[in-house]
């Protein structure tokens, strides 16, 4: 007998149009859609075509206009500023319908871009919530983006208005936001009319007359404006991906498929109801900060949490676990990178011990693969399911899930377990065809993508259908190497481009960095290929260890390169590895693979824009011309 997670996968391949017309019937629409899936314009698939909806009314006048106007809609919790603020589902709405009007009265228009650059803050999630409200389509950008990637991302996307904020704060340090805006704007060839300015207490902005804006007065004078109905093909945002490599890729959420898609996801992915308490611990500047943060719970009537803080320095490594217990969370998403950073601060999770966890779940990870040692420690730690699923800025939601609220399957380390509904995923060879199972090939999903994916890149179809439709004809692709097993669980092992070649035999980094993760005095580590004369590449592994270990380091290098021998073999040509204090990555977690190799092999390299501390590079290649690399990088 099927599962129900079984007969939902086979209607939503074999019948789409079924499945997802009947999850649609459960959203608010002005008009019913002609068609569910329309496929007359392909490889550019649409959903729910002739359907006209409005995001910000399925978010919040929805739920007020049942009854639920009371409940707690969003949690604003800043550690940083020392800050809890909670809003009904009636009071954010009248607040993001004055800031509607805010933007009404500085000319905003449907189909009007509004860029958004904002730190951790409610008024961030309420700008975002006004554009959708009055069908202007938003692009956000990280908080503290340097000017240059801002002025980038300002001439793509032509925003008619930019709102901000006076600054950021990360961890004790004020950024302040407002010089960077000025020099971005200097810098771009595309000028706002008007930037509307959240002053806070920390740092007050300088204000230029004529162009800014302070949001507060500007609230005091607004009248609240009413929902606008959109076409469920109109776009709601543009979100650039990082752009660590040239121009960055905006890509374009729908408002329909993005709805319906979304609050399907609440209950059969992450299995929380209208009412429950939902935390994802991202930012609103990255793609769960969207989907996860500001949209999906609020389109299910959950309460979600924005939180403004680190998973440690905030003030400590038990700040998780404040947060769960105050706010009773029952489901919480992050990075697998915040619990590495946890488990190295606290390796024995004494801080937990002093909160109430009795209402909390599920952990669900994402953003990098799970490595085992994490997922056991947060499993060991928590005694609740530890999920690893998997996803991407361009998809939205998740392409592999353990689908919680559908059927829970036993958790198999290093799997996201099966793809989600609506996702055909597939493993090919280079030559398009599919591989046996158990064997890596690269990752795809046979079209059409589900709703709530990207359909395109703003105003560029044809980078659309080259960076992501032209390689596998007929498939999107994903540009993750890995492999299905014979149940049907897929393994992400890494980006394509970081399969290496060791002497003609192709090898996983992935897999490498699974082991040396399990040595006991590893708490985080990377893995990656670099040039070689003789092999083509070799691998080289990176590993920070955890807070109080005394053995040294000469010693765990050792023990470490035998485990990778040991459980790989010696193809595996791992035979350097070094110990580094900290790995670079973006701001959302991810370790910067791409740009250590660069370094080692002394190639030139463009600071990424998404960098979390920029000092680190200088510290990985001190540490990459201690073992022989690097050297011959000029500076």
């Known amino acids: 007998m099927t599962n129900p997670y079984e007969a939902a996968f086979e209607q939503s391949i074999n019948d789409p149009d079924g499945f997802w017309g009947k999850a649609a019937e459960d959203c608010h629409w002005y008009k019913r859609w002609d068609k569910v899936l329309d496929d007359s314009n392909k490889p550019f698939y649409r959903w729910f075509t002739g359907g006209q909806i409005n995001t910000c009314y399925n978010a919040l006048d929805y739920h007020v206009d049942q009854g639920r106007g009371d409940q707690l809609a969003l949690i604003y919790d800043s550690p940083v500023t020392d800050t809890i603020k909670k809003y009904t589902y009636t009071q954010l ?45 938003h692009s956000v950008v990280f908080g503290g983006f340097a000017a240059k990637e801002l002025a980038t991302r300002i001439n793509d996307a032509k925003p008619k208005v930019i709102v901000s904020a006076s600054c950021g704060i990360e961890v004790k340090k004020v950024i302040a936001y407002k010089p960077l805006l000025d020099k971005a704007i200097d810098m771009s060839a595309s000028k706002p009319g008007k930037c509307v300015i959240f002053q806070r207490p920390m740092e007050a902005a300088s204000m230029i007359a004529g162009r800014d804006v302070d949001w507060v007065e500007a609230m005091a004078a607004a009248a609240p404006a009413d929902c606008v109905p959109v076409e469920a093909t109109d776009p709601l945002y543009i979100l650039y991906t990082s752009g660590t490599t040239g121009q960055p ?57 924005l939180f403004e803080g680190k998973p440690v320095g905030t003030p400590d490594a038990g700040v998780f676990w404040r947060v769960i ?18 488990k190295r601060e606290d390796p024995n999770a004494e801080l937990m011990k002093k909160y109430d966890l009795s209402h909390f779940k599920t952990l669900f990870l994402a953003g990098e693969r799970t490595d085992p040692n994490t997922l056991h420690w947060a499993e060991d730690a928590l005694k609740v399911p530890v999920i690893d699923h998997w996803w991407q800025t361009e998809t939205g ?59 395109t890149l703003w105003k560029n179809d044809d980078r659309y259908v080259e960076s992501y439709l032209e390689e596998f004809p007929g498939y999107y692709k994903t540009a993750d190497a890995g492999y299905i097993d014979a149940e049907g669980y ?36 990377a893995v990656l290929g670099v040039d070689d004369d003789l092999k083509g590449q070799v691998p080289v592994g990176f590993m920070v260890l955890k807070a109080g270990v005394t053995k040294a380091d000469g010693e765990i290098i050792k023990e470490a390169i035998q485990m990778v021998r040991d459980r790989i073999g010696p193809v595996a040509a791992f ?21 250590i190799q660069k370094i080692a092999d002394n190639k030139e390299y463009n600071v990424p824009a998404t960098i979390d501390d920029p000092t680190i590079l200088d510290e990985m290649e001190d540490a990459l011309k201690g073992i022989g690399y690097a050297g011959a990088r000029k500076p």
């Open 93 to 137: 709405r009248d607040e993001v319908a004055l800031f509607a009007g805010v933007l009404k009265a500085q000319g905003v228009e449907k189909g009007d871009r509004v860029l958004i650059y904002m730190p951790m803050i409610a008024e961030a999630a309420m700008a975002m919530l006004a554009c959708a409200r009055i069908g202007a389509v």
């Open 249 to 305: 890729k905006g890509v374009v959420r729908d408002n329909g498929g993005h709805v319906v898609a979304l609050k399907w996801s609440m209950k059969n992915i992450y299995n929380v109801d209208t009412g429950d308490v939902y935390w994802a611990a991202s930012d609103v500047g990255w793609v769960v900060g969207h989907s996860y943060i500001v949209y999906g719970p609020l389109f299910k009537g959950c309460t979600t949490i």
């Open 325 to 342: 217990a105050e706010h009773k969370v029952k489901a919480m998403f992050t990075a697998p990178t915040a619990f590495r950073a946890i």
């Open 490 to 525: 897929a393994y992400i092992m890494s980006r394509t481009d970081d399969i290496i070649n060791v002497a003609g035999h192709r090898l996983s980094t992935g897999a490498m960095e699974e082991v040396l993760s399990d040595h006991p005095d590893v708490a985080e580590c």
């Open 575 to 595: 035979k350097t590895a070094t110990v580094v204090k900290r790995l670079p990555k973006t701001r959302s977690g991810k370790i910067l693979r791409g740009t």
């Open 397 to 455: 939601w998740a392409i592999c899930a353990n689908c919680m609220g559908l059927h829970a399957f036993p958790v198999k380390e290093g799997s996201p377990t099966k793809p989600a509904p609506g996702w055909n995923l597939q493993v090919v060879d280079e030559a398009n065809k599919q591989v046996a199972p158990g064997e890596i090939g690269a990752l795809v999903v046979k079209l059409p993508l589900p709703p709530g994916t990207l359909p």
